[in-house]
């Protein structure tokens, strides 16, 4: 068996060293908010509408989309005043991850990321969520539907203590607020 050459073994150590220098200026160029586990991707996709049709018809607008190389991680960026991430914030995601795997092939990690921006300060921060099943968000698209057409009643939060730090509170407190769901 020959073994490498000195030169060949130098241009290896070389290559090694560039690449992780690379690695580390990626790093260190980062936006503060990326989150270490983007740093290094690539953006696949952004402000892109995607469309599936089974096993319900849904349309998602991905706001940002990042191939790590292994899957790609959704970002969501949210202008808003508390640091706060909603479980509306969580379905949006989910849902662009059903219509992203099913319109694409591509596989979607099933966690994402809430980028909040102050829309005074401009203050960020991101904030990890984990996603629904694509079976729990066809439930949820479902339900949506049932909702819109009149088949079903709109039930109350659970516990109405939610409502208080809701941001529709205004829009639907003679509906809810008041008399919610036991
Ligand atoms: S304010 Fe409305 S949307 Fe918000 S939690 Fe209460 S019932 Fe739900």
Known sequence: MRRPSFSRSIVAFKCAIISTARTFIAWYRRPQWLPAELAGSKIAFAEKTFSMHHPVRLLARIDRA?????????????????????????IELSAQRAVLRSSTGREVAPYGFVLLLHPITRRKSVHKVTLLSAGEVAKLAIRRFQLIDGLVAARGPRNSAVCRTCEYARECADTFTASPAG
């Open 66 to 90: 990042y191939d790590n190389g292994l899957v790609i991680v959704l970002l969501e960026l949210k202008v808003r005043r508390s640091v706060r991430v909603y479980q509306s914030d969580v």
